[in-house]
């Protein structure tokens, strides 16, 4: 094999991959997560109490996904109004399910703030996708 046929293969391979919303939204939800969790541990370097941390994390995290979860992910044509209601609305859900479970994680188990947010970022996410993909961004028949 040589290196074109590599090259062109894993080419492929990527443009298989992104054809899958799954996948698509693997991706951009975990960058998302990465640069919110940066965002909640820059809080906390700072002395931010965790629960201010984390509404400001929130706060810019939220204007920067959606345009990603709309184009890229979703790939809606919907309008732009509806799809950031509908979407705010799922997003707003996920955090009160997180601001709920976190101070659970960190006053009751006494668990670090940042791993809290982890492990309510892995929960939230199927539920986040499935509100996503049938509510926020959901094709009209």
Not at 123 to 130: D, N, P
Request: proline share 2%; charged share 10%; with cysteine.
């Amino acid at each position: 094999m040589s290196v074109n046929d590599s090259g062109s293969a894993i080419a492929n391979l990527v443009k298989r991959l992104l054809a899958r919303q799954e996948i698509r939204y693997l991706l951009v939800a975990g960058l998302t997560s990465l640069f919110y969790l940066l965002l909640v541990g820059a809080g906390l370097l700072l002395n931010v109490h965790y629960f201010i941390a984390i509404l400001i994390a929130q706060a810019i995290t939220i204007l920067c996904a959606f345009p990603f979860y709309r184009a890229f992910v979703f790939q809606s044509t919907s309008g732009l109004r509806g799809d950031f209601i509908r979407f705010l609305s799922v997003w707003l859900s996920g955090m009160v399910a997180g601001l709920v479970l976190t101070p659970l994680l960190v006053e009751i188990l006494r668990w670090h703030p940042l791993l809290s947010q982890v492990v309510a970022i892995g929960l939230v996410s199927i539920a986040s996708f499935l509100g996503h993909r049938f509510f926020s961004f959901r094709k009209k028949e």
